[in-house]
């Protein structure tokens, strides 16, 4: 399993976007970047997965360098309710074990 | 579509007593996993169930915790005897099918305060 590293915490006022950047140095050939968002007492939800350049869905984009040694998530124009922990994975579509590490705790302040 | 369900929400014990989880997956997936959250990490897999086999129990303290998916639909997870460090969140979680391992749907959790 590829080693992550994310920011431990960041700080958004609503209506910005939020870029959450995760690098991943030794990413594999066969391995995506899957993003999951955790709000408090709830299990971690499943936001966005790419492989390659961008992605983009109803709730964030994903953007990946050619290299793919970082990704970034980006979530438009937050509100309040987008606090959360986000958790950055890599490894290949069918991995078991998903490596979650401590996440970015992401803290939207009005 | 029903989500993954998970009950007690919470539990309180005392240390060395039992305690059991219970987790419904979404119908119709094959994969089951049970996660352990501590307070500020993220969570960590215990045990993986493909239909009613483990797949991988590697991070199972197996003198104290067991599993069982009999009918590969729902699964049970217990403790006995609890520790103190056992006070976490236990999270259930499903997939559809193992060439889509890395996309899980997870449950609420269930609450282990260990005294």
């Known amino acids: 399993l590829a080693k992550t590293t994310q920011p431990i915490s960041m700080d958004s006022y609503e209506g910005q976007e939020v870029n959450i950047t995760c690098s991943h140095n030794?990413?594999?050939?066969?391995?995506?970047i899957t993003w999951y968002q955790q709000f408090p007492s709830q299990g971690p939800r499943f936001i966005i997965q790419?492989?390659?350049t961008k992605v983009t869905n109803e709730v964030a984009s994903l953007f990946i360098p050619a290299d793919r040694k970082s990704s970034t998530l980006s979530l438009p124009r937050v509100s309040l309710s987008d606090t959360a922990v986000y958790y950055c994975l890599v490894g290949e579509a069918g991995a078991n074990n998903l490596f979650f590490g401590t996440g970015t705790r992401l803290t939207v302040i009005p | 579509e029903a989500g993954v369900a998970q009950s007690p929400r919470y539990k309180i014990i005392e240390k060395r007593q039992s305690v059991a989880f219970w987790c419904n997956p979404i119908s119709g997936h094959a994969t089951l996993y049970w996660y352990q959250q501590i307070l500020g990490q993220g969570p960590k897999l215990l045990i993986q169930?493909?239909?009613?086999?483990?797949?991988?129990d590697s991070q199972l303290p197996k003198d104290r915790f067991s599993a069982e998916r009999l009918k590969g639909v729902d699964s049970t997870l217990k403790i006995q005897p609890a520790k103190l460090e056992d006070s976490a969140v236990y999270l259930c979680a499903s997939s559809l099918d193992p060439g889509q391992a890395n996309i899980q749907y997870f449950g609420a959790g269930t609450r282990l305060s260990v005294l």
């Open positions: 030794n990413i594999a050939t066969n391995d995506y």
């Open positions: 169930f493909q239909n009613n086999g483990v797949v991988d």
């Open positions: 790419g492989y390659k």
